[in-house]
């Protein structure tokens, strides 16, 4: 007996009529003798509705009864899938967060999943029904509802699919699975088959949003093997594994690129011990996230010219926390956010030599200028000026052998 | 210490101005040091929306999941009234049926509500929190969400004033409280002070839903005291008491009319024993509700013509039933269905002699046929042709001094 936990994202439950066709991928799961558990999503732009009714009312809605709010869009759509199996004939039932229970640690908004019920579940997937169960959702030990934080429906999906022991999570979403690069961009993009964890996270860090990277983050940790696939089409998906189950026959897995970054340079920083910290900590302070840090030294061999890349609506707040920074001296800070970051990413990277070199000797036959490097074990990304985006993606698509 | 229990009606609710609105009232009342517990419909047109989008679903949607659906909109409206009180500097908590909880038996969207914990609301009452719990619905003993099916968020309020000995239940509607008939027709209408349950029962059974019937039977069965107002006014409404709280100085208290009558006359019957029982079994087995029933004896005294009123919606089911029915002979069937019920109401009307006589009179000065006439203690009802009934409210509403 297989045991699968499926999770439908708000496309793909997103009319009564998907709903209609994702009972039919219930149903064929069961005719194959499988053991369903489906999680689900708010219907698409309900959440943005309720999101929308709480501004309404204030910009700092109560945050115990925005949860409140939320939860409500979720348990529309498990009624709704639950209906229409039953409607199909396949024994069905709803289990909303408090009914199993979910239980989860953590504040509102932003909650845990911790433990999670698992007898009277498996009891009614022994006696042949599917268990359909709201992502994104717990209650806390008080007997509140919770949303959970990062990962929403899909780490609901993967604690589920870690506590209950399944054979496998497959996360049923609106694209066919990880690409090569962003198909819309790239004709050429090809469908990833299989992909270790990490490489799927720095992708996904990167812009490919098809799963949410805290939940890929606890399949890493508990080795779930995960199954990113259409909920449209019938086309195999992407697997997700850990690294030592791929053979790579390639350095490369895929080429990401993402558009929000802003590169800042400080220019004729004095330069003397502990300079960096003292730049840093006050970003740090105010959650802005700092990406790649470069340090030239000047000239004079006395200051120093310091270039590092921001979220780019973070630009203003950077600059004015620099300015304000009473602990640094420098000439002057330049800023340019028409810059996009290219990332190669590859679990096989590390071992073949010579990727770093042929990366830049690309980029440069093609006249695009490298304005920062960061590097990490099967990721190399590099700041470039924004209207070389799809050139350099090109480049590095056809070379690395992707096309 | 005054516990009121506030009931705000989907109107009420209908948008998030008017949440805030409401937030405002119970706001005025912890101004005041009453302690409140507001119970909540879902924001009018929500419940509709849910109901369409099971029946795109299926016309047989399962019934389980039928009020798991329904139960989301009273949710979204307790937690974004709740938020709206906090946003106000008012504490103030949404309690979902199953955290407190309020538990039921019966099926599902026709449960009633049997028990409700105390010690847990009490609690925060007395922490001076506003409690906000949705209506119309509760928990059954599985732990399944349950609709409540007669009387839905009024019955709820009143079950919860039973419970938690609240001083008084108010019921905050679209209108200003119970009038002596309805003010869109007859503009002289007057609201009603005070009047009693049998009074609004029999008035809310004839057409003026300002309150749902089972939650006054509840009200008069635990001698709860019901006040009807407008949210959207400071007038005050129409108290609801037990008869022997109210001074009548009129007979009358109020003229009542329906347009979804129609009378169906059998000439010609065989007039033997059991005749009455064998027309009227079969069309009881079937749902079909017999109203007024006047049987006349015929001429030649060996037949009878018997006449009979019940929904106009159930016409075509009625004359079906008697057309099958081998158990009764008959010459032929009519039917009129351009018929009004027009009803005199009141608690004064059995210590006064004469009422039924004056009504009588009145409609035949103005020529208005009666064609079938139905009594009860407090109440006088007569079937008249449909275009006459603006006629008939008009000079009852006179005569008995209502305008």
Redesign the interface.
């Known amino acids: 007996m297989v045991k699968k936990v499926l999770k439908f994202g708000g496309t793909s439950v997103g009319t ?2 998907r ?2 066709h994702v009972a039919n991928i219930i149903k064929k799961e069961r005719s194959l003798g499988n053991q369903v558990i489906a999680v689900v999503s708010a219907m698409a732009g309900k959440t943005n509705e ?1 999101v929308k ?2 501004n ?3 910009d ?3 945050k ?3 949860d ?2 939320l ?2 869009g979720e ?2 759509t ?3 899938l ?3 199996l ?2 199909l004939k396949v024994k069905a ?2 289990w ?1 967060s ?2 199993i229970p979910i239980l989860t640690d953590g504040g509102h908004s932003n909650a845990r999943i911790i433990n999670i019920h698992v007898e009277k579940i498996n009891k009614y997937l022994n006696e042949d029904e599917v268990v359909i169960i709201p992502g994104f959702q717990g209650i806390s030990k008080n ?1 509140d ?1 919770t949303t959970i934080g990062r990962g929403g429906s899909d780490a609901t999906a993967v604690a589920i699919a870690k506590i209950f022991n399944a054979d496998s999570c497959e996360i049923y979403t609106d694209v066919d699975g990880v690409y090569s690069t962003d198909p819309n961009k790239i004709p050429v993009a090809k469908k990833i088959n299989k992909i270790s964890y990490d490489e799927m996270l720095e992708l996904s860090s990167l812009g490919a949003k098809v799963m949410q990277s805290s939940a890929v983050q606890t399949a890493l940790m508990y080795d779930i093997p995960l199954e990113v696939k259409s909920t449209f089409s019938n086309r195999k998906g992407t697997k997700i594994f850990s690294q030592e189950n791929i053979d790579y026959t390639k350095s490369v897995t895929g080429v990401a690129y993402s558009k929000d970054d802003a590169k800042i340079t400080i220019i004729g920083v004095n330069d003397k011990p502990g300079v960096a910290a003292n730049i840093f900590e006050p970003l740090s302070k105010s959650q802005i996230n700092v990406d790649m840090v470069i340090q030239n030294i000047s000239s004079d061999q006395k200051t120093t010219d310091i270039t590092f890349t921001v979220k780019r609506n973070d630009i203003l707040k950077t600059k004015e926390i620099l300015k304000n920074n009473r602990q640094i001296a420098y000439k002057k800070i330049i800023h340019n956010d028409k810059v996009a970051k290219i990332s190669i990413v590859g679990a096989g990277m590390v071992s073949t030599p010579g990727v770093t070199y042929k990366m830049f000797r690309a980029l440069s036959d093609e006249n695009i200028n490298i304005l920062a490097i960061s590097t990490s074990e099967i990721k190399l990304s590099v700041i470039i000026e924004e209207d070389m985006t799809l050139k350099a993606i090109k480049k590095l698509h056809t070379i690395f052998d992707l096309d």
């Open positions: 009564t009529e709903i209609q309720l009714l709480s309404e009312i204030s700092e809605f109560d115990r009864e925005f409140v709010l939860s409500s348990q529309v498990c009624a709704l639950s209906g229409a039953n409607n039932r709803s909303l408090w009914q007997g509802i």
